[in-house]
């Protein structure tokens, strides 16, 4: 069993916006592998998929981006995760409009989601599909996270979910965590 997160905010005001695209990436995952993303449970938006023979829980935090943790410490907690079977998605700043990166461990890097999760966990060691947003150029950093993409951004965006997609599929099918960061990186 394996469990993605993509972290995000909840409520339609946030929906598009830069800081969910870990939400964007669960629900692209949600209708690859036709799931619903539809059962509150531990502070989480939850779905299950089966993937050649894999269950996978995919998940979104309904406790606010800078809480995420309790979620995800939570469903750890009852469905008995191992560090490995999880993956974290998140937005990056210092990274090109949809660049896909993958990580095994590592700081926050100034993400709070991230520092909550590190928090509730106890370690900075669990696997992370990060997507760059940019950094914003004349912009507030909290302006630039909560507003959508441009319509030039969005094709960028898309094509870093579709580059997560097949990352998830290859890591869900078993390929070592390792090998999907020579590949996908």
């Given at each position: 069993m394996k469990m993605i997160v993509?972290?995000?905010?909840?409520?339609?005001?946030y929906a598009k916006t830069k800081h969910n695209i870990g939400f964007m990436a669960v629900d692209a995952l949600a209708k690859r592998y036709d799931a619903a993303i539809a059962k509150q449970e531990f502070n989480a938006l939850t779905g299950t998929a089966w993937v050649a023979g894999e269950?996978?829980?995919?998940v979104k935090p309904q406790t606010f981006m800078n809480d995420s943790g309790r979620a995800v410490g939570q469903l750890k907690a009852f469905y008995q995760f191992q560090q490995d079977e999880i993956l974290i998605i998140q937005d990056d700043m210092d990274m090109a409009m949809g660049r896909l990166r993958l990580r095994q461990k590592g700081s926050a890097g100034g993400h709070n989601g991230i520092k909550s999760i590190i928090n509730v966990l106890g370690t900075q060691d669990f696997y992370r599909a990060k997507i760059g947003i940019q950094h914003p150029q004349k912009q507030k950093v909290v302006d630039?996270?909560?507003?959508?993409f441009s319509p030039t951004d969005q094709v960028e965006i898309l094509n870093g979910l579709d580059k997560l997609?097949?990352?998830?599929?290859?890591w869900i099918h078993g390929l070592a965590f390792s090998a999907l960061m020579n590949k996908y990186n």
């Open positions: 993509g972290l995000g905010n909840p409520g339609s005001q269950k996978v829980l995919l630039w996270v909560l507003t959508p997609q097949l990352a998830a599929d290859d």
